[in-house]
């Protein structure tokens, strides 16, 4: 069984910097897309970054220069460092994993993710 359990989350202040961790286990697939997504009260689910097995890293518009991914495959755990923190980014983040490849155009819809974390709280001010 697939468990996604993520921690790091908090409040920090404008400029300030989080990093949020998912630890992964249940699976032996090799091939996988992980993400982060958040989600602020009122809104859909967005995504902000992603990366694949092979390494690749994708990020959304809105966090590009500022937040980075990353996967320690010894630890099975996924980051998401972030820098530059703005009030906008506050809500609340969640990892994600589907074990295929997606396209561009679905790397960021929530959709396209069977497997999820319960989420941990940013906030930002």
């Known amino acids: 069984q697939v468990q996604l359990v993520e921690s790091g989350g908090g409040s920090v202040q404008a400029g300030g910097s989080l990093r949020l961790s998912c630890a992964a286990s249940g699976y032996t697939y090799r091939n996988y897309c992980m993400g982060w997504f958040r989600q602020a009260p009122g809104k859909e689910r967005e995504g902000v970054a992603a990366?694949?097995?092979?390494?690749?890293?994708f990020y959304a518009d809105s966090v590009e220069g500022r937040f980075t991914i990353s996967k320690d495959n010894a630890k099975n755990t996924l980051y998401l460092q972030m820098n530059n923190l703005r009030p906008e980014d506050t809500g609340m983040y969640y990892c994600?994993?589907?074990?295929?490849?997606?396209?561009?155009?679905?790397?960021?819809?929530?959709?396209?993710?069977?497997?999820w974390g319960q989420g941990t709280q940013v906030t930002v001010s």
């Open positions: 994600a994993a589907v074990f295929k490849f997606l396209t561009r155009s679905t790397l960021f819809e929530a959709s396209a993710y069977p497997y």
């Open positions: 990366i694949y097995s092979d390494g690749s890293t």
